[in-house]
């Protein structure tokens, strides 16, 4: 046996023979460890073909009765694409303390209820810390199974003799496998027993859900491997200062990407929330300027959410600009639409921007809502509190066209909205649809135009 020491980046996995200070693939500082390469002896082998699975044509493929397995909490089963697919593997990461733990006993609890026989391998905790975590929260446990251990090889074992229909892995950077001489959450441990559980789960069935651990970034810790090698990619995140929490789907081969499930945490565990657009917009503030209401999509989910700004004088040469929920960059960029094509004088004012209930906005589609609270803190001025604004805005001022307008409008209207603004091509092909309905409609065609339709009524 042949042992070699190499240097490996925990970011990337990037590997070299000698130390470097950054590494020269994701350019990380100090991201580079040392670890032992062992090369093992093996006797050639002959491959019986018999004892691997043959090629078939894909029409000949059987499909199982049961493809997917409802876990009867309807926000997972949303962002999963409709249940648990038998053979998967999903990663579910976030800070510590989130409620990711939390969110698979009561998973298990639900399965349970079904007959499903499920293997919750707790590395982090003992026994009686899980049993006590999942009798606050009430959960049927009698088909769960619960191993504290960190070998990999011990694990599969135990497997074999229970076959569970789920296995869940609290947390794959504490488990290990003896073939990798590294320590366990090194880049090559996590691939290996990551890479190990997903042959488990293609071969045999069994869906499998890894729970990981996420850098100070708020990015999943481990090589960028690991998210290849699973299906789905879930993040829960939240505010600790806050009860509610978002599952978010940012990969998902069995469904569609950038869904979102809603929930609160309480003493009893984590409860759905079935309204997040009435559930965002309960403690708005009405008749206080700076404040505007946009529609965003969440995956195929439209959301209702406020849209809070703060202008005052800066009290130092360079005023200050500072956003929660939104892109900075974006915001600065419609900053400077507003002071050129709206005539706003804020090169001396401190703007303060953000997204109530802790929600993270990407989307273009709320560029004209975010220039409409800016203009309506600056100005003094609040807008109507049923009004929806809709749109995004080019360099040139322009608000353009957005997608799903139709969804977003039907969302105002469930929640008592009066008007929506949106962009004049939206409005002509919404325009027939809305006829008879207790919402109207305005379209716009540039940020002057939209500023000065919407402070109209406000004086």
């Known amino acids: 046996m042949k042992i070699k020491t190499i240097f490996i980046c925990q970011e990337c996995g990037y590997n070299t023979a000698k130390w470097i200070g950054r590494c020269p693939e994701c350019a990380s500082w100090n991201s580079l460890v040392e670890e032992i390469r062992q090369k093992l002896k093996t006797k050639p082998r002959v491959l019986l073909l018999d004892a691997f699975s043959k090629p078939q044509r894909l029409s000949e493929v059987k499909m199982s009765a049961e493809?997917?397995?409802?876990?009867?909490?309807?926000?997972?089963?949303?962002?999963?694409?409709?249940?648990?697919?038998?053979?998967?593997?999903?990663?579910?990461?976030?800070?510590?303390?989130?409620?990711?733990?939390?969110?698979?006993?009561?998973?298990?609890?639900?399965?349970?209820?079904?007959?499903?026989?499920?293997?919750?391998?707790?590395?982090?905790?003992?026994?009686?810390?899980?049993?006590?975590?999942?009798?606050?929260?009430?959960?049927?446990?009698?088909?769960?199974?619960?191993?504290?251990?960190?070998?990999?090889?011990?694990?599969?074992?135990?497997?074999?003799?229970?076959?569970?229909?789920v296995i869940i892995a609290d947390s794959i950077q504490v488990l290990y496998s003896e073939e990798i001489a590294s320590a366990a959450g090194s880049v090559g441990q996590v691939r290996e027993c990551a890479a190990k559980l997903t042959v488990l789960a293609k071969n045999s069935g069994v869906a499998v859900f890894l729970v990981g651990h996420v850098t100070k970034e708020g990015s999943i810790a481990g090589p960028r491997v690991l998210e290849h090698l699973v299906d789905s990619v879930l993040y829960f995140e939240g505010d600790s200062q806050t009860s509610f929490r978002i599952l978010r789907a940012v990969k998902n081969r069995f469904g569609s990407t950038n869904e979102i499930g809603i929930f609160e945490m309480t003493a009893a565990g984590l409860k759905e929330v079935d309204n997040p657009s009435q559930m965002f917009l309960t403690e708005r503030a009405y008749k206080t300027s700076g404040s505007a209401v946009v529609a965003t999509m969440e995956g195929s989910r439209p959301i209702l959410v406020e849209i809070q700004s703060l202008v005052s004088p800066t009290n130092f040469g360079l005023p200050r600009r500072q956003t929660t929920g939104i892109d900075f960059s974006r915001a600065s960029l419609l900053i400077a639409v507003l002071e050129k094509r709206a005539h706003c004088a804020l090169q001396t004012q401190d703007i303060y921007l953000n997204v109530a209930g802790g929600v993270r906005i990407v989307e273009p589609a709320a560029d004209l809502a975010i220039i409409a609270a800016i203009a309506s803190s600056f100005k003094e001025k609040p807008l109507s509190g049923g009004d929806v604004i809709l749109g995004e805005v080019g360099l040139g001022g322009e608000v353009r066209a957005v997608t799903h307008v139709d969804m977003r409008i039907k969302e105002a209207m469930k929640l008592g909205f009066k008007r929506v603004f949106l962009p004049q091509k939206n409005f002509k092909m919404e325009m027939e649809k809305t006829k008879k309905t207790n919402i109207s409609l305005i379209g716009v065609e540039s940020v002057k135009e939209a500023l000065e339709l919407i402070f109209a009524d406000n004086g």
């Open 67 to 165: 493809l997917r397995m409802k876990t009867d909490i309807a926000e997972l089963d949303h962002v999963l694409g409709g249940g648990i697919v038998q053979g998967s593997v999903v990663l579910i990461g976030g800070a510590p303390g989130i409620g990711k733990s939390t969110l698979l006993l009561q998973m298990c609890g639900a399965l349970n209820k079904k007959g499903k026989k499920i293997l919750y391998i707790s590395a982090e905790e003992s026994a009686q810390q899980t049993k006590m975590r999942a009798e606050r929260i009430a959960n049927a446990t009698d088909e769960l199974y619960i191993v504290c251990e960190t070998n990999l090889d011990v694990i599969l074992e135990h497997i074999k003799k229970i076959s569970p229909d």
